[in-house]
């Protein structure tokens, strides 16, 4: 088993479960993600998802081992795509994705904590884009990195390789918080209360605004959203979520 999938009070956890490999992104380990996450998206009990890992290594990248032959099982032979793959269906899943970093991080693990939503790191986590020091670039991860990221930031760490604390990540945009490391759990899941009082269809379509917006010119950005905006004022949820508010009791998702 590489990734551990389970499901419980509305949260899905996706754990990395190959701590003696230091959960690289092996073919087997992007695969599995691929699937959970699906599985994720499209079970209705599913309302937020966390992912994390075992060990001291929340991820330490690309599988290296063989990676500079080019064939068919190496990462340089399906690596790229298969990431492709993990990352799209990251960013474009429906539910809320919060990152819970328990350990270190380098290379391509850094794009699985820029493609969630919420990222909490554990103080004593430290990160590295450590691609230049093997002769190659982040490139795949950069698209998730860099929507994220301070530009100075991002070129600084992406260039130098530097591995650097948690609480530097959180300052270049990579992190949403970072804690002390005995209070993970417990921040994680603060985060995670707080998205389960959202409705299910409000946090899908404001993840597609977060997605959208920022790359639409500004008349095709307020077209599409009054028109998605009037079909979101107009649906069975906001009747329920505005109802729920003006009787002052807690909506039927929550």
Known sequence: MTVRYEVEGGVATLTLASPD???VLSAAMLAS???HLRAAADDD???VVVLTGEGTTFCAGADLSGAS???????AGTGPRALVAVLEAMLDHPKPIVARVQGHVAGGGNGLVAASDISVAAESA????SEVRVGVAPAVISVACLA???PSDARELLLTGERVSSTRAKEAGLLTA???DDALDAVVRSYVDRLLLGGPQALASTKQLLARVPGMARDDAFAWTAELSASLFSSDEAREGMTAFLQRRPASWA
Request: charged residues 25%; aromatic residues 8%; hydrophobic residues 45%.
């Open 21 to 23: 490999t230091r959960n």
């Open 126 to 129: 430290k990160l590295a884009f």
């Open 69 to 75: 032959s080019a064939d068919a099982q190496s990462f």
């Open 45 to 47: 009990a599913v309302r």
């Open 148 to 150: 994220r990221m301070n």
């Open 33 to 35: 993600l691929v699937e």
């Open 178 to 180: 970072v804690c002390e």
